[in-house]
């Protein structure tokens, strides 16, 4: 099956910098990738949609300027964490839909831990 | 607004079979899945469901009746390493993916 790989899968960092998290689709092409956010024992907050060769879609609440989305390429999408503060600390996760508009199967990166400290 | 409803947390015995339901009220409907989801790691896709029935695979079936907008995921044979969380998640009219809470499952010996 299709396969999404992360970037890294854990990233301790300290409050104010900056944190580039990568999403890569490895056997398939992505036009569209989606950014998550998942807070111990809570589901999935979808933060934003990157779109490849335009700019994201963020969700309300949001922060453009904080959570930067580039999608460079069909098979790349990156999430920078700026000024990082220890809320920001949570369970980051990329996915990419697979197959046609309909039944588009969503492939999970494995995550990215992140700890601000 | 979108909704997804499904319970908390559920707890069941090792070998024997349980329901987790899942309703929704969206925007239109284009599909709903389930997913796994263990502690820590990301989702893994289990089922997708578009017409009104039943879909079985392996251990796992997934029913869906659009009218009343409700679905469940039947797991059998239940086994430890089915002690997880499962996802409900609806595709609306504008190919949206609308996620609930999730159910966390305890499977006891």
């Known amino acids: 099956g299709a396969v999404v790989s992360q970037h890294p899968s854990r990233v301790i960092c300290k409050s104010g910098t900056s944190v580039k998290i990568e999403c890569r689709s490895l056997d398939f092409q992505a036009t569209t990738m989606f950014w998550y956010r998942q807070f111990p024992k809570q589901s999935l907050m979808l933060m934003a949609t990157s779109n490849e060769g335009s700019k994201a879609t963020y969700e309300q609440g949001v922060e453009k300027d904080k959570f930067l989305i580039n999608h460079a390429s069909l098979t790349l999408s990156t999430l920078t964490v700026t000024s990082a503060h220890p809320e920001d600390s949570s369970f980051y996760i990329c996915s990419a839909p697979w197959g046609d508009r309909e039944s588009s199967e969503q492939y999970f990166g494995p995550g990215t831990r992140l700890t601000v400290t | 607004g979108q909704n997804i409803d499904q319970p908390t947390e559920m707890t069941a015995t090792e070998g024997a079979i349980v329901q987790i339901n899942c309703t929704y009220q969206?925007?239109?409907?284009?599909?709903l899945f389930w997913y796994q989801q263990h502690a820590g790691e990301a989702p893994t896709f289990l089922s997708y469901n578009v017409l009104d029935g039943l879909e079985e695979k392996g251990r796992f079936s997934s029913f869906l009746s659009r009218s009343k907008g409700y679905s469940y995921l039947l797991l059998k044979e239940l086994q430890m390493k089915d002690s997880a969380s499962y996802l409900c998640a609806v595709t609306d009219s504008n190919y949206q993916l609308i996620w609930g809470a999730g159910t966390k499952l305890i499977i006891k010996p």
């Open positions: 969206t925007s239109g409907f284009n599909g």
